[in-house]
């Protein structure tokens, strides 16, 4: 009978991520019994205001259900409140989603005239319509001019 360890995250900085061949952004691994399982994954923005955008957040298929997506979100959320900043997430909640109402009840905003968008902890000086279209003005990291010749310099980026 194997034993069975208790779920937990680890965190990834943006300068670990590149040592491993990955995207570099911060990162929060839940993992159970030695195994990745799920993951979110932060991107940090300073337009309209510095914020980190969830770029990602997944539980594997056959572990949904049993709590581990309030678990990384719990991460998430001390996270951005550990920093003093705003968390957006896009694209990641469909109208008719089951976990539409637990990112509602968590404190996360819709913001108006969107409906995949969601915000947390936006500051009080800060208006939420500031994120309206905000997915399509987006540069992605690595499309970055100034991003990209760092990276070709070989200089490690820090975000």
Not at 72 to 90: H, P, Q, T, Y
Not at 93 to 113: F, H, K
Request: proline content about 5%; aromatic content about 12%.
């Amino acid at each position: 009978m194997s034993e069975f360890k208790k779920p937990y995250i680890e965190y990834n900085s943006p300068k670990d991520n590149i040592e491993r061949d990955e995207t570099p952004q911060h990162s929060l691994e839940l993992i159970v019994d030695g195994k990745v399982i799920g993951a979110a994954e932060l991107t940090y923005q300073s337009k309209p205001f510095p914020f980190y955008h969830l770029n990602d957040l997944y539980i594997d298929f056959e572990e949904q259900g049993q709590g581990y997506g309030s678990l990384i979100m719990d991460k998430v959320e001390e996270f951005l409140l550990k920093r003093k900043k705003a968390g957006v997430l896009s694209d990641a909640i469909n109208l008719d989603s089951p976990a539409r109402g637990m990112y509602e009840r968590r404190g996360w905003q819709a913001v108006p005239g969107e409906i995949t968008i969601y915000a947390f902890n936006i500051p009080k000086s800060t208006n939420i319509n500031q994120l309206t279209k905000y997915y399509s003005r987006q540069t992605h990291l690595l499309d970055r001019e100034g991003y990209q010749a760092k990276l070709d310099s070989g200089e490690v980026v820090e975000l």
